[in-house]
T-cell receptor, first 115, second 113 residues
Framework: DTGVSQDPRHKITKRGQNVTFRCDPI?????LYWYRQTLGQGPEFLTY????????KSRLLSDRFSAERPKGSFSTLEIQRTEQGDSAMYLC?????????????FGSGTRLTVV | GDSVTQMEGPVTLSEEAFLTINCTYT??????LFWYVQYPGEGLQLLLK?????DKGSNKGFEATYRKETTSFHLEKGSVQVSDSAVYFC????????????FGKGTTLSVSS
């Protein structure tokens, strides 16, 4: 297992279209996180799964965003009716269970451009 | 709410210069503190961490000490290399199971030979 994989690396879409991204975490990691990073900013937390359960969602995650992790392995993040403001790097990370002292392993991200 | 403030960049240094990137935090609990690095075209990588006051995290010649009294976690390196050119992010995580990492805005470091 070489790390966290994200697909695609880049996505260009027209405004109003739906897009879906995939994240494959490190196999023994039961926690999976989605972040969004815009230019010149740090990553912002979107949502988090423990196994297949989505345990927390940020207020940044509008109704147009939905994330799933159906079997507790890979996860998908879907954005419906994309807007130009959705253009960003979407990062996935995974981790082992801990009491908050551990870091995450991040994927390389999916760069979304909405035109 | 919990937050991280980093010094604004870019930071431009010559090779072998001393590096300091300032980071201060605000947290309601007792957080763990992290530095992540993002090299051009790559994902975020954990550089070092400290989980309690007065701990020093270190890796690849970089160091940072968890200072509770000044709520700081400044990143230092004695002699930077061109290969250290990257964006550096300070982050915190409250010591509670399942909590998310909260990042600063990042500081771009550019090292020239």
């Amino acid at each position: 297992d070489t790390g966290v994989s994200q697909d695609p690396r880049h996505k260009i879409t027209k405004r109003g279209q739906n897009v879906t991204f995939r994240c494959d975490p490190i196999s023994e990691h039961n926690r999976l996180y989605w972040y969004r990073q815009t230019l010149g900013q740090g990553p912002e937390f979107l949502t988090y799964f423990q196994n297949e359960a989505q345990l927390e969602k940020s207020r940044l995650l509008s109704d147009r965003f939905s994330a799933e992790r159906p079997k507790g392995s890979f996860s998908t993040l879907e954005i419906q009716r994309t807007e130009q403001g959705d253009s960003a790097m979407y990062l996935c990370a995974s981790s082992l269970p801990d009491r908050g002292s551990g870091g995450y392993t991040f994927g390389s991200g999916t760069r979304l451009t909405v035109v | 709410g919990d937050s991280v403030t980093q010094m604004e960049g870019p930071v431009t240094l010559s090779e072998e210069a001393f590096l300091t990137i300032n980071c201060t935090y605000t947290a309601t609990g007792y957080p763990s503190l992290f530095w992540y690095v993002q090299y051009p075209g790559e994902g975020l990588q954990l550089l070092l961490k400290a989980t309690k006051a007065d701990d020093k995290g270190s890796n690849k010649g970089f160091e940072a000490t968890y200072r509770k009294e000044t709520t700081s976690f400044h990143l230092e390196k004695g002699s930077v290399q061109v290969s250290d050119s990257a964006v550096y992010f300070c982050a915190l995580r409250v010591n509670q199971a399942g909590t998310a990492l909260i990042f600063g805005k990042g500081t771009t470091l550019s090292v020239s030979s």
